[in-house]
């Protein structure tokens, strides 16, 4: 027998303008869930009062005026004169250690890489120390994974343990810096570092050794709560370190370089204050090669940036599961502008480590565009990682083709709602979004008993939709002034 609530929800729809009846149709279709329990068109209008404060981005100079890069005195010390020769095959780890400790000695400076290619195993800051790669210069990371050990506390997908060093890396420094023209060549290819993904489109052949035991192994440990100290992972254990981290640090700038080739996560820092990356480059398409991933830092600023990569280009994140939530610290205070994404799973992503949560998030000024690039915003999460998302405004942004949503807000993300930590996602504003092409405009859902709300979408235009947007479970969407395919639904 018909719903009766149902055929009159219909009805009700079917008496709208046409424009809008057109486009509620596309939501519905083949999203019945939509409707069960959960008022997933909320105040879906042009009732103007259901949009954030136009204030909203008046916290953008509060925080600007927070991020100051690190100044550096004008002591330069050039790692030729140290013993580095830049011949591509000479080791070079020596002289750059004795370098940064002598820089460090001295008070701080510049450590200069000059025109060459100089091969290292990982470089390890101290504070006041800027390394400096000049143009024409190449830092290229060794192979051997030796040089990489022993062990140092770090980050893996938002769990904390000890594992292989960060090609570049940081421990509870102040004042630090990569800066220069020149490149960060991690070295990975099919044959090295990607294939311990375990895929065969990244060189990894069945039969050989791979992530997955180790990383199952860890997710055990911190679910059981075992010390950090004791999570001792490294030789034969296949997890792959980030290139640039910089662990529980205040005042880090990162600007100008190039980075090619890394081996996992690129610019990574994690419980920091006080970030800035601009002018950075990044080109590099293996597993897992997100561009820019703050992950539980407070006011970061990522500016001027170009990102074509593997997976996420900006992905922001708070750790995962146990340990997010342990640690308690969410990423926040975040602006980024004038930035171009290419290939990528997201322009700029929240997630999926985000147990302990994101709140004020700003992007403007950006361009996206590519047929391998999947979605311009993208929040993904579950009941297993929770978290409060919250305070994420898009706006001026100019997307020329994405292969799946524009803007996508998924619970369901890889275990589904399988755990005790309902996530929520609220007040996201995006406003003055163009896109020329892509699958569908939106992909929101939530749960029944967790909706997805208040979210705004304001002066949008989306052209060139092949397909029909999903909304679930979300309450208080609201459209103003915004244009499918050429008609105004709302």
């Given at each position: ?24 149709k ?16 909320g ?15 008046e ?19 050039f790692?030729t ?6 011949d ?66 770090t ?6 343990m ?19 023209a ?6 990975a ?66 600007e ?68 997010g ?11 980024i ?8 799973h997201g322009?700029v ?42 305070h ?11 292969s ?17 930590f309902k ?68």
């Open positions: 027998m018909p719903d009766p609530n149902r055929t009159k929800l219909i009805q009700s729809l079917h008496d709208r303008h046409q424009t809008r009846r057109s486009f509620i596309n939501f519905t279709v083949g999203t019945a869930a939509a409707f069960a329990g959960t008022a997933f068109w105040g879906c209008s042009t009732d103007r009062m259901a949009v954030a404060p136009r204030d909203s981005w916290l953008v100079p509060e925080i600007l005026a927070r991020i100051q890069a690190p100044a550096f005195p004008q002591r330069d010390f790692i004169n140290f013993g580095a020769v830049g591509g095959s000479s080791d070079a780890s020596e002289a750059i250690a004795l370098a940064v400790e002598a820089c460090s000695a001295a008070g701080g400076g510049r450590v200069v890489v000059g025109e060459g290619v100089y091969l290292t195993g990982p470089i390890h800051l101290r504070s006041n120390v800027n390394l400096h790669v000049a143009k024409n210069a190449t830092l290229r990371f060794s192979r051997d994974t030796e040089q990489y050990l022993p062990a140092v506390f980050r893996w997908e938002g769990m904390e000890m594992n292989y060093s960060p090609l570049i890396y940081a421990f509870e420094r102040e004042n630090i810096a990569v800066t220069g020149g490149t960060l060549d991690g070295n290819d099919e044959r090295f570092w990607w294939p311990w993904k375990g895929q065969e489109e990244h060189g990894w052949v069945a039969g050989e050794p791979e992530q997955s035991d180790a990383r199952n192994r860890l997710q055990v440990m911190v679910e059981a709560g075992l010390p950090v100290k004791e999570r001792l992972f490294g030789d034969g254990d296949y997890l792959r370190p980030s290139f640039v981290q910089p662990y529980r640090c205040r005042n880090i700038l990162v100008g370089v190039t980075i090619v080739n890394s081996p996992m996560w690129e610019i990574h820092p994690v419980l920091c204050t006080n970030v800035s990356v601009r002018g950075v480059r990044v080109e590099t398409h293996g597993p897992n090669n997100d561009g820019c991933n703050p992950e539980s830092c407070r006011d970061v600023l990522i500016e001027d940036c170009y990102f074509d990569t593997g997976d996420d280009c900006i992905a922001l994140k708070s750790g995962r599961n146990a340990d939530r342990r640690l308690d610290t969410p990423v926040e205070n975040v602006i502008q004038n930035c171009t994404m290419r290939d990528g322009g992503v929240i997630g999926s480590e985000i147990s302990g949560g994101a709140r004020n998030v700003f992007v403007r000024n950006c361009r996206m565009s590519s047929p391998n690039l999947d979605r311009a915003l993208r929040i993904k999460t579950n009941s297993v990682r929770g978290g409060v998302v919250e994420i405004y898009m706006r001026d942004i100019e997307v020329g083709e994405v799946d949503a524009v803007v996508r807000v998924n619970f369901l993300y890889e275990e589904g709602d399988a755990g005790h996530p929520i996602v609220r007040d996201v504003e995006i406003r003055n979004v163009t896109c020329e092409k892509s699958e569908r405009a939106l992909y929101l859902r939530g749960y029944v008993d967790s909706p997805i709300t208040n979210v705004r979408l304001v002066d949008c235009r989306f052209e060139n939709v092949a397909d029909e947007s999903t909304i679930e479970h979300v309450q208080g969407l609201v459209l103003d002034h915004v244009f499918i395919n050429g008609e105004l639904v709302g």
